[in-house]
């Protein structure tokens, strides 16, 4: 038997072992948790960051897709350097938005506001994915 802490997400391999069906969906957030866990902590990156919201949107072809728009408040105390965000089509594979660079470039100028948009590279069978992601940060610094 395998021990683990409540924190710790299982391998990829763990995850086919235990469960014979397993989604490719299921096996992306286990593998997005285990990079959460290991990043360092935004408090660590930017300590002067007092708090954090990003209102995000994901659109293809004029539309909003189904849970596209929504606001993350950002838990800072805790949160991982990470912003490596899914693609919002669960039919969509290998795709995904991983905004890190942008954002923490951003925080570390001290940038109260910042917005940008990123195209998912995915594939949805044969054709790409192309939903694109716009972000809005609204951030705040002691």
Same mark, same amino acid.
């Given at each position: 038997m395998i021990e683990r802490t409540a924190a710790q997400a299982p391998t990829?391999? @763990?995850?086919? #072992?235990?469960?014979?069906r397993v989604s490719e969906a299921a096996l992306r957030a286990a593998d997005r948790r285990r990079r959460e866990d290991d990043a360092p902590r935004l408090r660590g990156a930017v300590p002067? #960051?007092?708090s954090l919201r990003l209102e995000i949107e994901e659109r293809r072809g004029?539309?909003?897709l189904a849970g596209g728009a929504?606001?993350?408040r950002i838990m800072v @105390?805790?949160?991982?350097?990470?912003?490596?965000l899914p693609c919002g089509d669960r039919a969509c594979k290998d795709g995904g938005h991983d905004l890190t660079r942008t954002i923490l470039g951003a925080l570390q100028r001290? @940038?109260?506001r910042f917005e940008g948009e990123d195209?998912?590279?995915?594939?949805?069978?044969?054709?790409?994915?192309?939903?694109v992601l716009r972000y809005v940060g609204i951030a705040t610094y002691r």
């Open positions: 990829r391999q @763990e995850v086919v #072992l235990y469960n014979r002067a #960051l007092d004029g539309g909003v929504h606001i993350r @105390e805790h949160a991982p350097a990470l912003f490596d001290g @940038e109260p195209r998912c590279s995915g594939s949805l069978g044969e054709a790409p994915c192309g939903s």
